[in-house]
């Protein structure tokens, strides 16, 4: 059986698609092998799915004037120094990359080794680091089609949907209502800005908290190191750093999700049909991709976006627009298919396997 190398992290939003493809080609026979940062997001997911990981350094540009930015172009070279020898070393016979600055050196390494490369990307747009190994890799899947591509890359280009979640067709909502002790008729919101949090919507939240409690039952995952002590014995309020397991329950349970506008948090919510009022990250802290995820899941689902602005800060907007939404919470929830659910990922998983089946062929049938 074909081992794939399966590369991409730094935030859940590339760490849980990855996983998702990674758990079609366990299921498929695959051998496979993670390549990221030790101590990381992709570390800790990886090893809660059972797959080994090789560790590379990695380094992205920040945004913002930081010395870090300095020493970026060293780390990257030394990361592809160490990617190329693991590749050496690890023989993967092909690499499925899900982008983030973590994929860099990977892809820049497999391409050297003349293993096959193929990435995806989530966003309206190629992220930095897909923009640069689209050059070297064979196949470049996208979420959706109109990314306005030139020919050259259109060629390469698979539409084939954002792989979600395994665990996504699995939920238990009332397995969790119970362990946190939320009322049958309550209704559920459900707080999370991706998989880091974000200090500034969870101040402007806690600004709106007694109004928000006495409409529904809150659940704020507010981020690593974002707990606010003082606020644990409020009646309608729970609040945790992170959800591991208990998030495909949570993301079931909820009539209404408040959120940033990360293309994995969309595909998730836009499954299971929930409601939702979305704060995109701003362009001063990324490249606007979430400003166009937004816009465009506006135009086909059930949300209202809230910019993330000085108004923002107090809470009342977003609390006006979970108000307005009320009327169109769900009370019928249908559970999606679970071959609608896998489809992306099977559909990736197969086709980077023939990927590297046609390597082999090519190469009369032996490994390199
Ligand atoms: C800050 C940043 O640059 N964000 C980018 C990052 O997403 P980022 O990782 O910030 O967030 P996403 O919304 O894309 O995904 C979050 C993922 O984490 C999971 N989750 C979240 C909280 C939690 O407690 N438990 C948990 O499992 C969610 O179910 C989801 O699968 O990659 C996305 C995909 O390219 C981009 O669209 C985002 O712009």
Not at 102 to 111: E, L, M, N
Not at 185 to 193: E, K, P, Q, R, W
Not at 347 to 352: K, S, V
Request: proline share 6%; glycine share 8%; net charge positive.
């Amino acid at each position: 059986m074909p081992k794939v190398g399966i590369t991409g992290g730094a935030s859940a939003g590339h760490v849980v698609p990855a996983l998702a493809v990674a758990a079609e080609l366990g299921r498929a026979g695959a051998d496979l092998v993670y390549f990221g940062r030790e101590g990381s997001i992709e570390a800790d997911l990886a090893a809660k799915a059972g797959i080994r990981l090789v560790p590379i350094p990695a380094a992205g540009l920040r945004r913002y004037r930081s010395w870090k930015n300095i020493v970026m172009p060293l780390t990257v070279v030394r990361g592809v120094v160490i990617a190329w020898q693991a590749l050496r070393r690890e023989q993967p016979d092909v690499i499925f990359s899900k982008g983030s600055y973590v994929s860099v050196p990977v892809g820049i390494a497999a391409w050297l080794n003349r293993i096959p490369l193929a990435i995806h990307e989530s966003d309206q747009s190629l992220g930095l680091a897909n923009r640069i190994l689209a050059y070297l890799a064979s196949i470049v899947y996208l979420s959706e089609p109109g990314h306005g591509l030139p020919q050259w890359l259109e060629r390469k280009a698979v539409v084939t949907g954002l792989p979600l979640r395994d665990d996504l067709a699995d939920g238990q909502p009332e397995k969790l209502r119970a362990e946190l002790g939320i009322r049958a008729d309550a209704t559920v919101l459900l707080i999370f800005c991706g998989s880091q949090g974000s200090q500034r919507i969870n101040a402007a939240i806690r600004r709106q908290l007694h109004a928000l409690t006495t409409k529904f039952a809150v659940i704020h995952v507010c981020g690593p190191g974002n707990l606010d002590p003082t606020l644990n014995s409020t009646p309608g309020y729970w609040q945790r750093e992170y959800l591991h397991d208990d998030m495909v329950h949570a993301l079931w349970l909820a009539d209404l999700v408040i959120g940033r506008a990360g293309a994995t948090t969309l595909a998730e919510i836009e499954a299971l049909n929930k409601p939702a009022v979305l704060i995109p990250l701003p362009t001063f802290v990324s490249r606007g991709d979430q400003l166009a995820n937004a816009e465009a899941y506006a135009r086909r689902a059930t949300c209202i976006v809230v910019p993330d602005d000085e108004d923002m800060a107090d809470g009342r907007p977003i609390l006006a627009a979970c108000e307005q939404l009320l009327p169109h919470l769900q009370t019928r929830k249908l559970p999606p298919g679970r071959d609608q659910i896998h489809r992306a990922a099977r559909e990736i998983a197969t086709r980077t396997l023939n990927l590297s089946r046609l390597q082999r062929a090519a190469s009369g049938g032996t490994s390199r």
